[in-house]
């Protein structure tokens, strides 16, 4: 697959917490830092996610806010 976003992320499932509609998804990338995203749960379903699942992180952005309060 080719895709326009140039942000890809590899690392490893974490954890998975699906409700009725959503889920969160908790990627660890190999530095120790990790990721969260919230994909539906029709989503996380089809891809099959579970904790220790290796994946990619594919992000892109138009807006990227900064607080340095």
């Known amino acids: ?3 326009s976003a140039r942000n890809s ?8 917490n699906r ?3 959503m889920a969160e ?5 190999p530095d120790g ?4 995203s ?3 749960r029709a989503s996380a379903d089809r891809l ?6 290796e994946v990619a992180a594919v992000i892109k952005a138009s807006d990227v806010m900064i607080d340095a309060d």
């Open 1 to 3: 697959m080719v895709l």
């Open 9 to 16: 992320l590899t690392g490893t499932v974490t954890s998975v």
């Open 19 to 21: 409700d009725e509609i």
């Open 25 to 29: 998804v908790v990627v660890e990338l």
């Open 33 to 36: 830092q990790t990721i969260t």
């Open 38 to 40: 919230t994909i539906t």
């Open 48 to 53: 099959d996610l579970a904790e220790g699942d």
